[in-house]
């Protein structure tokens, strides 16, 4: 078993609450995780249940506000501090920015991480530094099967290129740990499907570790080697308890998208919905439907 | 032809009721010089572009220079000013908190009541009068800016910081980038309002410049020449107005709508 790089231990979030005033809301509550190198650790969960919370208190961007969260970084124990290269991020609303091509996107974290302000500032400073991250860049954008649109703007790219771009910016800081929030929920079926092989192959090849938070039940069973349940234990008790690891289970490795159809899926899937109860889980499409029909604004179509 | 004739026919209807008026006022008064003829609007204008013969100087190229030197060093620092502050008090929580609040308060004060203290404190030179042009724009310049920062995807933020910037080159590499077309955009719509304010100081108080020779031209009650600068002071902002909107598409093309 590979050595542990993240220890949660009885972290919790809580934040103002939106109506009573002076008093908190819990989001997230006593959670405990071990993250191993080389895993990928997929978080499920109904919608609001504070996923992505979690995924914002690893990342540095909104601290937890309780417990022990730590990283190994270079064979050390440090405090989760702000956000910082060792933990990448994609988001779903793939925000690179717009105003660099694909390739400059790539290559503005080796800049930024390798050249200082002065040098990054004028563009005849440190020409060859540059170059050489270009370069570097490039072959990230080969791994992410972008090279035709490597001279793009994102505003050019279709969303999933864009996510693509995306996941090359955050690979090519080789951080310790890769945060993904649902980074392909906006996609349609068959980018979402060519992304999760590129993650898988990324994986297999540079054995990455990766964080992935997902609402879709398919994704997550078909992605990752470890599967975490996060849901509130007693759904009455929401608002102020908060949500916490409820199941968490070690997954065998689906390398083909066939797989998704075959027996051995499918009964992992009913073994997890059933231990869940299938009510908490909403698979996009029904998410969708739901939205449709219950938004009182959208006519139906004569 | 409905997006080139069209405009035109108001101002066609516009030029016949002048004529009319023209020539009811010449019928009773020959000499009158409130409605000038279009030949001595011309007249205006050439004696405008030639050389004084006592001074040697072109009036015309003079008073623009005079203009675009106060509007210059006025609109200049604002929009430097502006940007730079803008940056800081939109990106730093604890600057903002220092700040923000009597940014706030400032742009509630029309910079035109203002007027008096700042010829009483700077007196009446060059230095006030771009003074006054600096507070009309730098203020609801400052403003705007802040709320661009303030409005880029939160997201996108914390994607950067990933990144490995320093604060500097986070604000001046990424916040900054992100800003520039809708902060040059802003820049450019207050080009009207520090018009506004020059014209303004130069009418009170100057001894040269579009405005000051406009105030002569009026206590002359001539009124050709006013016409002249007013045209004149048009063309010129409307030039400054087309010539930024260049530039913004040539820096900032990943933002222009293809």
Redesign the interface.
């Given at each position: 078993m590979n050595e542990p790089i993240l220890r949660l231990r009885k972290v919790g979030k809580s934040v103002p609450h939106p109506e009573r005033r002076g008093q908190l809301m819990s989001i997230l509550n006593n959670i405990d995780l071990e993250v191993r190198r080389g895993e990928i650790i997929t978080v499920i969960g109904p919608s609001g249940c504070g996923k992505s919370t979690l995924l914002?208190g690893i990342?540095g961007?909104r601290p937890f506000s309780c417990g022990v969260a730590e990283m190994q970084i270079e064979g050390e124990w440090h405090p989760l501090g702000?956000?910082?290269?060792h933990?990448?991020?994609v988001?779903q609303?793939y925000?690179?920015?717009?105003?660099?091509t694909a390739l400059e996107n790539v290559a503005?974290?080796l800049n930024?991480?390798r050249l200082?302000?002065l040098q990054?500032?004028m563009p005849f400073l440190a020409r060859r530094a540059k170059k050489a991250n270009r370069e570097e860049a490039r072959r990230y954008i080969e791994q992410v099967e972008l090279s035709e649109h490597a001279h793009k703007?994102?505003?050019?790219l279709s969303g999933g290129q864009r996510q693509r771009v995306?996941i090359a910016?955050?690979l090519a800081?080789q951080?310790a740990i890769l945060l993904m929030d649902e980074p392909f929920s906006g996609l349609d079926p068959r980018s979402r499907e060519s992304l999760q092989l590129v993650v898988q192959k990324l994986h297999a090849d540079l054995g990455n570790t990766i964080f992935f938070v997902t609402h879709d039940l398919e994704e997550a069973v078909f992605l990752g080697t470890r599967i975490i349940v996060l849901s509130q234990d007693d759904p009455d008790k929401a608002l102020t308890e908060g949500a916490t690891i409820v199941h968490q289970q070690e997954l065998e490795v689906f390398h083909t998208p066939e797989a998704k159809a075959s027996a051995e899926f499918g009964a992992l899937m009913v073994s997890l919905r059933s231990h869940f109860g299938d009510a908490r889980f909403h698979r996009p499409e029904t998410d969708h439907l739901k939205i449709m029909t219950s938004h009182r604004r959208i006519k139906p179509v004569a | 032809m409905q997006r080139f004739l069209f405009p035109l026919l108001p101002l066609i209807v516009v030029l016949l009721f002048y004529q009319n008026a023209l020539h009811r006022r010449r019928a009773a008064n020959p000499g009158d010089r409130l409605l000038p003829a279009a030949h001595e609007i011309w007249d205006a204008a050439k004696l405008s572009c030639t050389e004084n013969e006592f001074t040697d100087e072109v009036p015309l190229k003079e008073d623009i220079l005079a203009s675009l030197k106060l509007f210059g060093m006025g609109y200049g620092a604002a929009v430097a000013c502006a940007l730079i502050a803008g940056l800081l008090v939109g990106y730093f929580k604890w600057v903002n908190s220092m700040f923000d609040p009597w940014l706030r308060a400032a742009s509630y004060l029309p910079p035109m009541s203002l007027l008096a203290l700042v010829f009483l404190g700077l007196g009446i030179g060059a230095e006030a009068k771009a003074f006054i042009i600096f507070l009309a724009v730098a203020i609801p310049l400052t403003r705007s800016t802040v709320l661009n920062v303030q409005n880029i995807?939160q997201?996108?933020i914390?994607?950067?910081?990933?990144?490995?910037?320093?604060p500097?080159?986070m604000v001046?590499?990424?916040v900054r980038?992100?800003i520039?077309p809708k902060f040059i955009d802003d820049a450019r719509l207050l080009l009207g309002t520090a018009w506004v304010y020059l014209i303004s100081a130069e009418l009170i108080a100057s001894d040269a410049g579009l405005g000051y020779r406009i105030n002569v031209a009026s206590r002359n009650m001539n009124v050709a020449q006013i016409l002249f600068y007013v045209t004149v002071i048009g063309l010129l902002a409307f030039a400054m107005d087309r010539s930024l909107v260049c530039f913004n598409s040539w820096k900032?093309?990943?933002?222009v709508n293809?």
């Amino acid at each position: 078993m590979n050595e542990p790089i993240l220890r949660l231990r009885k972290v919790g979030k809580s934040v103002p609450h939106p109506e009573r005033r002076g008093q908190l809301m819990s989001i997230l509550n006593n959670i405990d995780l071990e993250v191993r190198r080389g895993e990928i650790i997929t978080v499920i969960g109904p919608s609001g249940c504070g996923k992505s919370t979690l995924l914002a208190g690893i990342g540095g961007f909104r601290p937890f506000s309780c417990g022990v969260a730590e990283m190994q970084i270079e064979g050390e124990w440090h405090p989760l501090g702000p956000p910082s290269r060792h933990r990448g991020v994609v988001f779903q609303d793939y925000p690179v920015p717009e105003f660099l091509t694909a390739l400059e996107n790539v290559a503005l974290g080796l800049n930024l991480h390798r050249l200082n302000f002065l040098q990054n500032t004028m563009p005849f400073l440190a020409r060859r530094a540059k170059k050489a991250n270009r370069e570097e860049a490039r072959r990230y954008i080969e791994q992410v099967e972008l090279s035709e649109h490597a001279h793009k703007l994102p505003r050019e790219l279709s969303g999933g290129q864009r996510q693509r771009v995306a996941i090359a910016q955050a690979l090519a800081m080789q951080p310790a740990i890769l945060l993904m929030d649902e980074p392909f929920s906006g996609l349609d079926p068959r980018s979402r499907e060519s992304l999760q092989l590129v993650v898988q192959k990324l994986h297999a090849d540079l054995g990455n570790t990766i964080f992935f938070v997902t609402h879709d039940l398919e994704e997550a069973v078909f992605l990752g080697t470890r599967i975490i349940v996060l849901s509130q234990d007693d759904p009455d008790k929401a608002l102020t308890e908060g949500a916490t690891i409820v199941h968490q289970q070690e997954l065998e490795v689906f390398h083909t998208p066939e797989a998704k159809a075959s027996a051995e899926f499918g009964a992992l899937m009913v073994s997890l919905r059933s231990h869940f109860g299938d009510a908490r889980f909403h698979r996009p499409e029904t998410d969708h439907l739901k939205i449709m029909t219950s938004h009182r604004r959208i006519k139906p179509v004569a | 032809m409905q997006r080139f004739l069209f405009p035109l026919l108001p101002l066609i209807v516009v030029l016949l009721f002048y004529q009319n008026a023209l020539h009811r006022r010449r019928a009773a008064n020959p000499g009158d010089r409130l409605l000038p003829a279009a030949h001595e609007i011309w007249d205006a204008a050439k004696l405008s572009c030639t050389e004084n013969e006592f001074t040697d100087e072109v009036p015309l190229k003079e008073d623009i220079l005079a203009s675009l030197k106060l509007f210059g060093m006025g609109y200049g620092a604002a929009v430097a000013c502006a940007l730079i502050a803008g940056l800081l008090v939109g990106y730093f929580k604890w600057v903002n908190s220092m700040f923000d609040p009597w940014l706030r308060a400032a742009s509630y004060l029309p910079p035109m009541s203002l007027l008096a203290l700042v010829f009483l404190g700077l007196g009446i030179g060059a230095e006030a009068k771009a003074f006054i042009i600096f507070l009309a724009v730098a203020i609801p310049l400052t403003r705007s800016t802040v709320l661009n920062v303030q409005n880029i995807n939160q997201h996108q933020i914390w994607n950067a910081l990933t990144l490995d910037p320093s604060p500097a080159e986070m604000v001046w590499l990424i916040v900054r980038r992100n800003i520039e077309p809708k902060f040059i955009d802003d820049a450019r719509l207050l080009l009207g309002t520090a018009w506004v304010y020059l014209i303004s100081a130069e009418l009170i108080a100057s001894d040269a410049g579009l405005g000051y020779r406009i105030n002569v031209a009026s206590r002359n009650m001539n009124v050709a020449q006013i016409l002249f600068y007013v045209t004149v002071i048009g063309l010129l902002a409307f030039a400054m107005d087309r010539s930024l909107v260049c530039f913004n598409s040539w820096k900032n093309r990943w933002a222009v709508n293809p």
